[in-house]
């Protein structure tokens, strides 16, 4: 069973270290240059967990005007992150933008139903 979790949820201390890591190891592939803290607390970020195991996280935040969402995980979570962004998708009632850095990403936002805009910009429609 999935289980989510926030920052201000106080089983978040339990596993912070261990998704600190895992943002900073995954870091360099999502482009975000923010650190770990500053992500933490200044996004809606939403920790993930399967029976008390880390899948990973996702964070949504406002740039121009529009909604994003950022994600990282643990490696060959697929399936799991499939659920974990469906999930989350309908907890917001406005188009969530996305920017694919590979093709494994753009693939799993085509597979929730976000479209191209062009080039690696996604969104998906409410």
Same mark, same amino acid.
């Given at each position: 069973?999935? /289980?989510?979790?926030?920052?201000? &949820?106080?089983?978040?201390?339990e +596993?912070?270290?261990?998704? $600190? ?10 482009? &975000?240059?923010?650190? @770990? &803290?500053?992500? $933490?607390?200044?996004? @809606? @970020?939403?920790l993930?967990?399967? &029976?008390? /195991? ?9 740039t ?11 490696? !060959? ?19 969530? +933008?996305? /920017?694919?850095?590979? $093709? ?13 805009? !062009?080039?690696?910009?996604?969104? +998906?429609?409410?």
């Open positions: 069973m999935i /289980e989510v979790l926030i920052p201000a &949820d106080s089983k978040f201390k +596993y912070e270290n261990q998704i $600190r890591v895992l943002y900073e190891v995954n870091q360099e592939k999502i482009t &975000d240059t923010n650190s @770990f &803290d500053f992500v $933490r607390d200044n996004t @809606f @970020f939403y993930f967990l399967n &029976d008390e /195991e880390i899948i990973g996280a996702i964070y949504f935040f406002k121009e005007g529009k909604l994003f969402l950022n994600a990282f995980s643990k490696p !060959k979570r697929h399936l799991l992150n499939l659920s974990c962004l469906n999930l989350s998708l309908s907890w917001f009632n406005c188009d969530i +933008y996305a /920017e694919a850095q590979n $093709r494994a990403s753009a693939f799993t936002l085509l597979r929730c139903g976000f479209k191209r805009v !062009k080039g690696n910009l996604f969104v +998906y429609k409410k």
